[in-house]
């Protein structure tokens, strides 16, 4: 009997917990970011945030754990309140928040974050 062996099942878990309330931001990676170099698994983005694009230079890529950031990165995030609230915590130096205002289609800047 040829049975095939499951995958391995990675040690990183992560379930978005995105709901009705969650909306899209924009974030900007700073060049001197500490994010630059890491996967989006090792960012450890809170419960309720989940990247779902990165544009970079002219290629625009769907991200999964693995996809490493890097410089000048603009991430399309889907956020919870409460993920977007913590996000906003985080070092200036690490992410650039750019949200959309209710009622308008191009993005402002917010807190740099």
């Known amino acids: 009997v040829n049975a095939e062996k499951p995958l391995p099942i990675s040690q990183h878990v992560y379930v978005p917990d995105v709901s009705i309330r969650s909306q899209i931001i924009e974030a900007t990676i700073p060049t001197d970011s500490p994010l630059v170099g890491q996967s989006i698994i090792e960012i450890a983005l809170p419960r309720g945030a989940l990247i779902v694009q990165i544009q970079r230079a002219e290629s625009v890529?769907?991200?999964?754990?693995?996809?490493?950031i890097e410089s000048g990165d603009h991430l399309m995030v889907v956020v919870t309140p409460?993920?977007?609230s913590e996000l906003m915590q985080r070092p200036t130096d690490h992410?650039?928040?750019i949200m959309p205002t209710l009622g308008e289609s191009p993005a402002r800047p917010a807190?740099?974050?």
């Open 95 to 97: 992410l650039t928040l």
């Open 111 to 113: 807190n740099a974050v």
């Open 82 to 84: 409460e993920a977007l």
């Open 61 to 68: 890529l769907v991200p999964n754990g693995g996809t490493r």
